[in-house]
Structures are given as structure tokens and as C-alpha cells.
């Protein structure tokens, strides 16, 4: 796992003696790294393809099985409620976590709390997750191959005054002023300046622009919190 930094990131955030689901596992990495390093003695790992969950269940040896258990579904449905449950929801889109939460609304509300994990559209997430009043504890970035990956952790039972700014680049973040952040910021300025600019110079059709003028209002607004630090 020396060259996943994003999954480590995951896990190291998932409290020692809990029941895991990983939701969407693919190659069951963090399931295996869990099991093997007996973070978790009950971990379901599941996925919407059987072939995905096949590419898993072929490294189960007889031990391995005993620990985690694969199951062939979408989301959360048809998964049985456990006492000290959480849940890993990575590698998808912002919009992707919203679907799987909203359709299991009530079944997401009873678990410990989600690890998720989204490389777009976290800002619709974060937003959903305040609306649902899903206490936003953890919210992180990292970077791995080129991409930037938003990591939160979430639990139900309080809804947050969050900011233009923190739906849109995550409270922590901002207050620790973080380095991955400053990085991001500055692309994503020079990045929405640019989709703005050519929009007004060659449309007629402005559709995109209050989104992108959101966006660049939340940039504005972290730079401000910042330089009041300073």
C-alpha cells in the first residue's frame, strides 16, 4: 500500500474495532489491509459488478474469508444493520455519494459514521450532507497521480453553519491553511477565470456563469480568511 496514499489516508482515519462496509470496493484493498492488519474483525466488502468483486474474492484465503465477506449490491441495500457499523464510500464523484447516501437515507443515518472520498463535485456532498444535518468531522485533501481527492468523515446528528467557502474547499482546510489547498486554489482560479472570460468573449449563452462566479466568490473568500490571519 507504500504507493496508495490515498487509501492509507482512508484508512487511517477508520477507528480499530469497527464494522466496515466498503461500498463500490473493486480490488477490496483497504478491506485486505484492514483484515490483515486487524484493524476490523467484520468487514463487508460490495460492489454493483460481480466481475469487480470476483477480482477480491480471489485473494480470500480460508483466514481472509472468516473477516470479510463480499456481497453483490448497490450501495447500502439489502445490508444488515450492526451496532458500531461505519461505512467507506471512495472512489466515486460527489454526485455518485449523494445517489447512494439519498436512496439508504435512513440506513446512513445509523451508522458510526461514512469515510467518503470524491474527486468532483464535493462541494454538492458537502452541501448535502449540512442539508441532511450530517456533522461534517474530518475534511481533508490529498493528492495522488496527478488529481486532488477530497476526504471526509461524517456522521449523523448536527447540521453545520458552513460558509460559501467551506461547502466549497472544506472548514479544515481552510483553518489549517492547508499546502495541498494553496496549490488547488490557485488552479482552480486560473481555471474558472478562464472558462468565465470565454464564455462572455465567444457565447451568447451566459448558462455557467453564477456557477462559476460562485465558485471563484468561494476562492475570494478563503484568500480574505487568510490574509485577516496573516
Same mark, same amino acid.
Given at each position: 500500500m507504500n504507493d496508495k496514499k490515498r487509501l492509507m489516508e482512508i484508512i487511517n482515519i477508520i @477507528?480499530?474495532?469497527?464494522?466496515?462496509i466498503d461500498v463500490g470496493t473493486d480490488h477490496g484493498l483497504v478491506p485486505l489491509y484492514l483484515a490483515k492488519n486487524e484493524i476490523s474483525n467484520d468487514i463487508l466488502a460490495t460492489d454493483i459488478s460481480a466481475p469487480s468483486l470476483k477480482k477480491l474474492e480471489e485473494k480470500l484465503d480460508e483466514n481472509l474469508s472468516k473477516t470479510i465477506k463480499t456481497k453483490v449490491t448497490d450501495g447500502f441495500k439489502d445490508i444488515e444493520k450492526k451496532d458500531n457499523q461505519v461505512a467507506? $464510500?471512495?472512489?466515486?464523484?460527489?454526485?455518485? $455519494?449523494?445517489?447512494?447516501? @439519498?436512496? +439508504? *437515507?435512513?440506513? =446512513?443515518?445509523? *451508522? @458510526?459514521?461514512?469515510? *467518503?472520498?470524491?474527486?468532483? =463535485?464535493?462541494? /454538492?456532498? /458537502?452541501?448535502?450532507?449540512?442539508?441532511?444535518?450530517?456533522?461534517i468531522t474530518r475534511d481533508f485533501l490529498t493528492y495522488e497521480h496527478g488529481k486532488y481527492y477530497d476526504i471526509l468523515k461524517a456522521k449523523y446528528g448536527k447540521k453545520q453553519n458552513l460558509t460559501l467557502s467551506d461547502i466549497y474547499y472544506g472548514h479544515e482546510n481552510? $483553518?489549517?491553511? +492547508?499546502? !495541498? !489547498?494553496?496549490?488547488?486554489?490557485? $488552479? @482552480?482560479?486560473?481555471k474558472n477565470k478562464k472558462f468565465k472570460d470565454d464564455i462572455i468573449r465567444k457565447s451568447t449563452n451566459n448558462d455557467g456563469i453564477d456557477k462559476i462566479n460562485q465558485r471563484l466568490k468561494a476562492i475570494d473568500e478563503v484568500y480574505r480568511i487568510w490574509k485577516l490571519e496573516n
Open positions: @477507528d480499530s474495532g469497527k464494522n466496515v467507506i $464510500i471512495a472512489g466515486m464523484g460527489g454526485n455518485t $455519494i449523494i445517489e447512494i447516501i @439519498d436512496q +439508504s *437515507l435512513e440506513f =446512513a443515518k445509523n *451508522l @458510526d459514521y461514512m469515510v *467518503l472520498e470524491s474527486n468532483i =463535485a464535493t462541494e /454538492r456532498l /458537502r452541501g448535502y450532507l449540512n442539508k441532511n444535518s450530517f456533522e481552510i $483553518i489549517n491553511k +492547508s499546502p !495541498l !489547498l494553496e496549490e488547488k486554489l490557485a $488552479i @482552480d482560479y486560473k
